[in-house]
C-alpha cells in the first residue's frame, strides 16, 4: 500500500500530489518530514554545526559539574575550545593514518 500525505497523522486531507494547496500546508510539510530517514542534507558545510555542537555539550556538561557558578561562563569557553581542538588534532590524526599508516600495512597484491 502506498502512503499519502491524508495517511499520516495531522496531515491535511486538502493536500495534493504536486504540493500543498491546504491553509495548514506548514505542517502537512513538517508531517511528512522524517528526521532520521531523511536527514538535512549538510555534508557541504558540516564543519560549521560544530561549534554550536561543542558549545551545547560544554553548556549540558558543565551546568551539572561546576561546584560554583561565577566559573560557569569562562569553563564552557575553555571546554568548548577543547572540544574544538581535539576535533581538528583528531581529524589531522586520522588523515595521516589513512594516507601512510594504512598503505604502509596493507599487503599488496
Known sequence: MIADATAIPGASPFSS????????????????????????????????????LAIGISFAYKAVRVPDLRDFPRQVVVMTIQIILAMIGLGIAFYFFVQFIVPMITPRT
Not at 24 to 33: N, R, S, V
Open 17 to 52: 500530489a504536486h504540493g500543498f494547496s491546504s491553509a495548514h500546508g506548514a505542517l502537512d510539510l513538517l508531517a511528512l518530514y522524517r528526521p532520521f530517514l531523511d536527514p538535512i542534507d549538510a555534508h557541504r558545510y558540516w564543519f560549521v554545526l560544530l561549534l554550536p
